[in-house]
């Protein structure tokens, strides 16, 4: 399965972008996706993730603003991210299909461990 990225870019604070990632594959119709980030000096996070439940994490910091969709006849994962500060500034991965450890040691969606396929990654860089 290969993951891709596309979307990032520089933006003002207050402003907005989409990401989108596109699959090899058939793999977003249903659950075990996920957007992270990733800022300098800092771990990986989870910033939003569909789980075997069906329902969707937000990571505190980006509830109501970051959105996350798919278009499954495409392919594509979506991350609709409004109004953005300088915090968002990191790289964004977009992940898919649930780990092992996700179903043998119960972890969250948003764990980086919980998922085994990552794309490249793309920028997203706030300027205030």
């Known amino acids: 399965v290969q993951l891709v990225e596309s979307g990032g870019g520089s933006v003002q604070s207050g402003g907005s972008l989409r990401l989108s990632c596109a699959a090899s594959?058939?793999?977003?119709?249903?659950?075990?996706v996920g957007w992270f980030r990733q800022a300098p000096g800092k771990e990986r996070e989870g910033v939003v993730g569909i789980g075997i439940d069906g329902s969707e994490s937000y990571a505190d910091s980006v509830k109501g603003r970051f959105t996350i969709s798919r278009d499954n006849a495409k392919k594509t994962l979506y991350l609709q991210m409004n109004s953005l500060n300088s915090e968002d500034t990191a790289m964004y991965y977009c992940?898919?299909?649930?780990?092992?450890?996700?179903?043998?040691?119960?972890?969250?969606?948003?764990?980086?461990?919980?998922?085994?396929?990552w794309g490249q990654g793309t920028q997203v860089t706030v300027s205030s």
């Open positions: 992940a898919a299909d649930c780990s092992l450890s996700y179903y043998n040691e119960g972890l969250g969606i948003r764990d980086p461990r919980s998922l085994q396929f």
């Open positions: 594959q058939y793999i977003f119709s249903r659950y075990c």
